[in-house]
């Protein structure tokens, strides 16, 4: 066992838990490491520099987590990494014994996960084990879609937008960028199947690619009008909500509108639930804006954001049966 140093060893005998410690502390227990690092291994490069090891892939695992999760870029998690013990810690880096891995080395390991279309390879293993957990039903799906913003400006080196990305108006308001639209499991919450497009795609074209195919039940909003004659989304029992004009226009004092509004409740309290996913990686994650430029590796993120989130969804679950594991 290596001996650690002593501002490790004085770090750790402070008496108050950080949320920031808190939060990587269930993270730890949560994240089915080994599981993903056996996804990553066999394409991890074996050798590096002459004279010089690489860097081994649970350590970049960590590093990579850490950026999704914080919304930092290659160079802002470098200097977190030597700012923070905690982050340091988690990821497994002892500054008296070896250096933080610069920004490019963690740009080199986002490549190879873009290249072998391993963020997806990553969010199916993690559903895998959710599954296995009995925290993935297949009887029900809710599809949504959230636009996120891009740049708009053309103050650049090419004087242009994103070619890939492309404006659309909700409400009253325009927005330019790409849509994360999401199947999410109706009993648990938890995301199943993500589809990036750019944001002037109409969430009606997609619903049938967010089915998994064995659920009997589809929950969408106003937005979903029609998808019933999509002869690819023709096979569950679909509840689209009524469109906003029309709920308006009901009569409050009619039976028969008391009981229109109440089965519109009864589906918006359903669809809710897919709205925990995009609070997650948009408030907790700070996802609020695409990080890079075009579509694939906006999706391949989304990938990673939307496989991480479902483990916050599920933490509790999953915290107590590693309580029962460990006890």
């Known amino acids: 066992m290596s001996q650690r140093s002593f501002a490790s060893a004085e770090y750790a005998l402070k008496k108050k838990q950080t949320r920031r410690e808190k939060f990587l502390s269930e993270m730890e227990r949560v994240v089915p490491w080994s599981r993903l690092i056996a996804v990553i291994e066999p394409l991890y490069p074996k050798s590096g520099r002459v004279g010089r090891q690489p860097i081994g892939v649970p350590k970049m695992l960590r590093m990579y987590c850490l950026q999704q999760w914080y919304g930092l870029a290659d160079e802002a998690l470098e200097d977190a990494l030597y700012d923070s013990q905690a982050l340091r810690d988690f990821v497994g880096i002892?500054?008296?014994?070896?250096?933080?891995?610069?920004?490019?080395?963690l740009l080199k390991f986002r490549r190879l996960l873009l290249e072998n279309d391993l963020t997806k390879a990553l969010f199916d293993e993690i559903n895998a084990h959710l599954a296995e957990k009995g925290l993935l039903m297949r009887a029900g799906t809710i599809v949504d879609a959230t636009i996120i913003a891009a740049p708009s400006s053309t103050k650049n080196q090419g004087n242009t937008r994103d070619p890939e990305m492309h404006q659309?108006?909700?409400?009253?308001?325009?927005?330019?960028?790409?849509?994360?639209h999401i199947g999410v499991d109706a009993e648990s919450g938890l995301v199943h199947?993500?589809?990036?497009?750019?944001?002037?795609?109409?969430?009606?074209?997609?619903?049938?690619?967010?089915?998994?195919?064995?659920e009997t039940m589809a929950f969408g909003d106003a937005g979903y009008r029609g998808v019933q004659?999509?002869?690819?989304?023709?096979?569950?029992?679909?509840?689209?909500?009524?469109?906003?004009g029309k709920r308006r226009l009901l009569d409050p004092t009619s039976k028969w509108a008391q009981l229109l509004?109440?089965?519109?409740?009864?589906k918006a309290s359903v669809r809710a639930k897919v709205e925990h996913p995009f609070h997650v990686i948009?408030?907790?994650?700070?996802h609020k804006k695409?990080?890079?430029?075009?579509?694939?590796k906006n999706n391949a993120q989304l990938f990673s954001l939307f496989g991480l989130a479902?483990?916050?969804?599920?933490?509790r679950p999953l915290l107590a049966a590693h309580a029962r594991g460990v006890s």
């Open 261 to 266: 509004e109440r089965a519109e409740q009864l």
């Open 282 to 286: 948009k408030n907790l994650f700070r």
């Open 229 to 244: 004659k999509r002869e690819e989304a023709k096979r569950p029992k679909w509840h689209v909500a009524m469109q906003p």
């Open 193 to 214: 199947t993500v589809v990036g497009t750019a944001a002037n795609v109409s969430d009606v074209t997609q619903a049938g690619a967010l089915l998994h195919g064995d």
């Open 168 to 180: 659309t108006k909700k409400g009253n308001a325009w927005h330019f960028g790409m849509k994360a």
């Open 290 to 296: 695409v990080r890079y430029k075009g579509l694939a």
């Open 310 to 315: 479902n483990l916050v969804i599920a933490k």
């Open 94 to 105: 002892d500054l008296s014994r070896e250096s933080v891995p610069d920004a490019t080395t």
